[in-house]
């Protein structure tokens, strides 16, 4: 998950060099070992209940799924809900600068993958690892107009859009943009979020509105997201993990 250049909640640890990294085994060994981030683990898990029985009938080879990546970073998420792997296969996918070159499962339904982040060098390592088919490059609350496009594009045409732990990074208006252009795409489609406890409650709150209103709301559930930092703890006395909220939704109509 990318962290875009605006005003974030200084409460919350923040990775920025690990974003940028040339490949995720910084990212392995600093978030998912250290932290045990194993909130992919329960996005997989809601994915299964929730969205692939849908997509696996609903795909094939003729005719794969649009699947969208939003702010993804690296596209550990991608990995567990696309091609099924938890939180220790992904680990130890990427356990070594070169174990991280290829994905260790296939996809499980076919798709293509778009991969949208701040980060070019995510981007660049997705694709070149087969996370990724496709990548957009944007600042999300200050996109370049060609990059507006190509992500506006790319969310009306998405079948599934996935934005996990990411949401909280953008503005609200940039948040009502992403929304407004993926509830614009036709057919049936389905929206995977989720929301950080205990950081930026308000704004979770307020994207959850934005949410109802724009589609329909399928099912949810709660789960551990990762321990928290030294910085974290400090400024959230007695707590020890940071909390997640997933929901699902679809299209209205």
Known sequence: MSKPEVKTDEKKQHFDDIYVAENPVPYKERILDAL??????????????????????KAS?????????????????????VN???????????????ACKT?????????????????????????SAGIYDETIEADLNAPAPEARQAVDTALQEADILISTAALVY????????????????????????????????DAADATKRMLLDRFEFVGSMASRHRKMSALEQENYPGEEWA?????VLKRKG
């Open 36 to 57: 045990e981030y194993v909130s992919d683990n329960f996005n997989k898990q809601t994915f299964d209940r929730l969205i692939l029985p849908w997509a696996q009938e």
């Open 61 to 81: 080879d003729s005719a794969p799924l649009n699947f969208v990546d939003l702010a993804g970073c690296f596209g550990n998420t991608t990995l567990a809900t």
């Open 84 to 98: 099924g792997m938890d939180y220790d296969a992904i680990r130890n996918n990427w356990r070594d600068e070169e």
């Open 103 to 127: 994905v260790d499962q296939p996809r499980r339904f076919p798709a293509k993958v778009t991969g949208i982040d701040i980060s070019a060098n995510a981007l660049v390592y997705g694709q």
């Open 170 to 201: 953008l503005e609200s208006d940039a948040v009502a943009k992403v929304l407004d252009a993926f509830a614009a795409g036709s057919g049936e489609g389905y929206l995977l979020v989720n929301f950080l406890n205990p950081f930026a409650l």
């Open 243 to 247: 909390l997640l909220e997933i929901w």
